[in-house]
């Protein structure tokens, strides 16, 4: 009790100095934080993106965006941006490829590979800002003519990130997952306090989006993954909206909750009006996600008899409700960052739990309980990648440093033990 009662008063120091805000996103954010694992190659990929963010003029010849726009309510843009990442480049390359994704040469210190990397880059598509949805709509119908699957990611992101942070989010995640991913960046300040008071500003916002989308691919695999505050977005939309407003879909295909910051009791007990739009939901815990475990002791401290759990967290006992999947992520030491292969390996399942992967066993412990850990040999061989590359980290821009990794996040995130 009292070592929770000192954790919990640095973390209000924490939080009401200097905007560092801990809860419950990354305060290294910007760097990049998908480990890089053997076999994998640099690329260049486009990622769709929906924002309630004011467009910010640069002397670059890129795209960025900066504060949520309150007035109009309506206020949205639409566009692409390319972003760096790494993956294993997938058999189905040729047709990434005709969607815009480049791989870039192994080493980019020769001069004749550099030449050969910018020459890719020149032919290739580069950012633009698309005059409306129905524009956004077309390109991404464009996309799926050419690939062999129909499957559609978005991405909503959790608080206190910039546009190009969540941007390189999604990147990581569609470089992950291998299909369009549309990032949904709403307008969140750099602070908890500033994102809580802007998620619900864009919330009407977000379900006039994810209806759009919905209605505009009937038949097409559509999934939503969600990180952190982002959840409760999701969360509110199932709440707000009917599986009848968006036409003649079945649903959505999957829903999943990475580090949910939700009130576990609240989630509970509005489950059926979630599980109306989707049969398959899938929700992250962990008990080493620093920002999670300092967002449930803020609760604690101010309602210390009733404070509840979040649903982020191993405490929060999910794996009893039948409707749901849930995956503990602690053994991966990944602090507050999203499991991006591992949400791969979900939807390339169709939302249900495999036994293993490329990088990772699924041990199956209780009720609807699983547990992540990882292949030792991939992982070792990870580790000892990032410790070489200790120090070097990018600044969520678009540019070729990002084929470098920072030092492994359970270093960077401080979670070699449990915060519990």
């Not at 979040?310 to 405490?315: E, I």
Request: with cysteine; aromatic share 10%; proline share 4%.
């Amino acid at each position: 009790m009292i070592s929770r009662i000192v954790f919990c008063f640095f973390s209000v120091v924490l939080l009401l100095s200097a905007q560092i805000f801990v809860a419950p996103e990354a305060a290294f954010a910007g760097n990049r934080l998908k480990r890089v694992y053997e076999g994998e190659s640099n690329i260049s990929l486009p990622v769709y993106f929906a924002t309630d963010r004011a467009q910010v003029v640069t002397s670059k010849k890129d795209l960025d965006y900066g504060k949520q726009i309150i007035f109009p309510l309506d206020a949205m843009s639409y566009g692409f941006k390319r972003m760096d990442s790494t993956c294993t480049v997938p058999d189905n390359m040729e047709s990434l490829t005709k969607c815009g994704w480049l791989v870039y040469p192994k080493d980019l210190g020769k001069s004749k590979d550099k030449r050969a990397a910018f020459i890719l880059e020149s032919n290739a598509e580069v950012s633009h800002v698309l005059s409306s949805f129905d524009e956004m709509v077309a390109k991404i119908k464009s996309n799926l003519d050419v690939l062999p699957k129909r499957e559609i990611v978005i991405y909503v992101h959790g608080c206190c990130l910039s546009y190009n942070e969540s941007m390189q989010q999604a990147a990581d995640l569609a470089s992950s997952v291998q299909a369009p991913v549309i990032a949904y960046s709403w307008g969140c300040s750099l602070g908890y306090a500033g994102s809580s008071m802007a998620f619900p500003r864009t919330q009407e916002r977000f379900n006039k989006f994810l209806i759009g989308m919905l209605k505009s691919f009937p038949d097409a695999k559509i999934s939503v993954v969600s990180s952190s505050i982002g959840t409760q977005l999701v969360h509110n939309f199932c709440l707000q909206r009917r599986p009848e407003d968006y036409g003649n879909r079945k649903g959505i295909d999957e829903l999943i909750f990475s580090r949910a910051d939700l009130d576990d009791v609240a989630f509970r007990s509005q489950l059926e009006s979630v599980m109306r739009h989707s049969k398959k939901l899938i929700v992250y815990v962990s008990r080493n996600d620093f920002q999670i475990n300092v967002s449930g002791t803020l609760r604690w401290f101010f309602f210390p008899s009733q404070h509840g759990e979040r649903a982020g967290h191993v405490r929060s006992g999910l794996q009893m409700e039948q409707a749901l999947t849930v995956l503990d992520v602690s053994p991966l030491k990944m602090g507050h960052v999203i499991p991006y292969e591992s949400v791969a390996d979900i939807l390339a399942n169709n939302g249900d739990v495999p036994t293993d992967s490329r990088l990772y066993k699924y041990q199956h412990m209780e009720d609807n309980l699983y547990r992540v850990v990882p292949q030792q040999s991939i992982f070792a061989h990870a580790t000892k990648k990032q410790l070489r590359v200790k120090g070097r980290a990018c600044d969520g821009c678009s540019s070729h440093s990002h084929n470098w990794n920072t030092l492994g996040t359970s270093v960077l995130m401080g979670s070699d033990g449990d915060n519990d």
